[in-house]
């Protein structure tokens, strides 16, 4: 019986997450469209909800290009192994009072290190492709990936300090008690997390990896049809659980007034994070590697070091 | 520890390539990301179009001047007619001079508009480009209107001009240029104080003044380093001495400083425009003689001209040898003459800093193919 509730609810956050990262691509595309002044797409059904679902269809039933010189079994398998992990750090998260996925007690450790996989995908699909963009591209993600892993890790630190658990569950109750959402108390190391998960997620203005105007599009310029398809919803995944965890985090969960039930103040907290990466990717030029490399390592990671300490000492002092 | 073992990767960038903006080829020799060496190849474009304008009449080579620069029409358009009219030793009616100013300034906002959006693109910033094509498409509106095309006009012709303007056109382009003065400046909050765009420009690509003189580099390039030399003042050409502007100039030489050159000339542009449409006079488009089109033939001799396009000097040099079509046309076309120094400033840049030096340089590959 316990088995069978798994596998329902694991199918049942499959499907809306597919839906999320259906609808998020359409509204990214919303977004970006109204800032640029124009309508964004709007063909395919009313508002043009059903374009995305257009494009998946197209993406499904192309022929699948596999390049004569690639690594065979590494090029058909760092789509899965980018997706897999980005899909698995959602077991660990918890949507609201009632609805959660496994509650372990290290649910923050797991997140981290399980999404930190998703990383081999973009090495492994870049070198496998034998296209000299695709290495420059997965060369660059990865440097960049491994430099934002660290100040991401470090910014949450605090949290975890002030609680004293790694619980998911644990981290929403305490900011529930305390009645104010670690955003407050914790605004140094928010920012630092968002910084280093736009990075993270190689998104704009830190989108070196796919920078299109000088690597075409980086580390998946080989790939067609179904393959990239799912390149690009292991990256809306990754966003998602991201935004998600931030959610948690810094923005007290399912926490909200009582008139909404939990889980939607949870989703909305979600899109609220990723409109403001939307709002960067429209706005924002691309860094350079080196400047993205010094501000990672000068700044973020040395803030976050700060935060750690004045934390602990805050922490210590009011006992 | 051993050394590890390393080799070059040779990349051929084009020409097919987002950001080579057009068919141009660059053979790069890169350790990682840093380049090591940078041919660049280019012909993929080639018409040649020199060759061509000695089997049509004089007039017939005007279309094939709009080929050259795309962006900048009306200056090829001008500067080829202009060099015809020399030839011919014919005054031009002083309304004709007057469109054809306003057009070809018009034309130098349009073509900086196209670089501003598609350089900040290279940059990675979408949505300037948008920005910059709503402007643009405004001016080609005005074009088309006088024209009757929206990018290849066709408009000048020898001793003249092809149409008059509308009714009321005069007044549609000053409301343009009211319109442009604001949105111009947009861009310029938008996106000239921004941090990354900042980080990603200043101190890049340096030009120096001797390379830039060594290389007889033109145009904004060379008003970036600090060269004071815009042809529409050194030797004012049709009525340009009769208008109130400057040259910008800046003196660092990057790309942040062509950058800053061009979106200030696009401003000067629109004082141009205004006065323009304040002085206009009524009166002939073209002279008689002009109007018959197979009847032009100049006396033997030569001729150069030049003029100041968008991408820098244009000169025409057309010899004739008194028949009705041209003996030799020899195009000096900035764009050509601007990218020569491509290689010598790729050295040691990386990748990134190639996009952003290769579209500062603002090169139309119609121009350096011909």
Known sequence: MDYLIMVIYAVTVMGVLLGGVTFAILAERKVIGAIQLRPGPNRHGPWGLFQTIADV??????????????????????????????????????????IGGADINIGVIYFLGVSSITMLGVLMGGWS??????????????????????????????????????????????????????????????????????????RSPFDLPEAESELVAGFFTEYSGFRFAFFMLAEYTYAIAIAALATTLFLGGWLGPAFLPGIVWFLLKVCAVMFIWFWLTATLPRARVDQLMNFGWKVLIPLALLNIVVTAVIKVWMG | MSELKTETMTLNMGPQHPSTHGVFRLQL??????????????????????????RFLYSQFIPYTDRLDY????????????????????????????????????????????????????????????????????????????????MTFNYHRIGGVKWDSPDGWIEKVQETVKELYENIQEFNVLVTGNEVFRARTIGVGRLSKEQVINWGLSGPIARGSG????????????????????????????VFARYKVRIAEMFQSLRIIEQACEQIPEGDIITKKGKR????????????????ASKGEIGVYAISNGKNKPYRIKLRRPSFVNV???????????????????????????????
């Open chain 1, 57 to 98: 269809m197209k993406l499904l039933m192309k022929e699948d290009v596999i390049p004569a010189k690639a690594d065979k079994p590494i090029f058909v398998l760092a789509p899965v192994l980018a997706f897999a992990p980005a899909f698995s750090v959602m077991a660990v998260l918890v949507y609201s009072s009632s």
């Open chain 1, 129 to 202: 492709s034998n296209n000299k963009y695709a290495l420059l591209g997965s060369i660059r993600g990865v440097a960049q990936m491994v430099s934002y892993e660290l100040p991401l890790i470090l910014s949450i630190i605090g949290i975890i300090i002030l609680v004293g658990s790694l619980n998911i569950t644990d981290i929403v109750n305490y900011q529930a008690e305390m009645g104010m959402w670690f955003i407050v108390p914790q605004f140094l190391a928010f920012v630092v997390y968002m910084i280093s998960s736009i990075a993270e997620l190689n």
């Open chain 2, 29 to 54: 020799k890169v350790d990682g990301e840093t380049i090591k060496e940078a041919i660049p190849v280019m012909g993929y474009l080639h018409r040649g179009s020199e060759k061509l304008a000695e």
């Open chain 2, 71 to 150: 962006l900048n029409a009306m200056t090829n358009n001008y500067v080829y007619c202009a060099a015809i009219e020399d030839l011919l030793e014919w005054e031009v009616p002083e309304r004709a001079e007057y469109l054809r100013v306003i057009t070809m300034e018009l034309n130098r906002i349009a073509s900086h508009l196209v670089w501003w959006g598609t350089y900040l693109l290279d940059i990675g910033a979408m949505s300037p480009f948008l920005y910059a094509f709503r402007d643009r498409e405004t001016i080609l509106d005005r074009l088309n209107e006088i024209s009757g095309a929206r």
């Open chain 2, 227 to 254: 060269i004071a030399i815009d042809v529409r003042k050194t030797e004012p050409y049709s009525i340009y001495d009769r208008f109130d502007f400057e040259i910008p100039t800046e003196q660092e030489g990057d």
């Open chain 2, 293 to 308: 089109l197979m009847m032009i033939k100049p006396p033997a001799g030569e001729v150069y001209r030049r003029a100041e």
């Open chain 2, 340 to 370: 020569s120094i491509l290689q010598h400033l790729l050295v040691g840049e990386s990748i990134q800093n190639l996009v952003a030096i290769f579209g500062s340089l603002d090169v139309v590959l119609g121009e350096v193919d011909a």
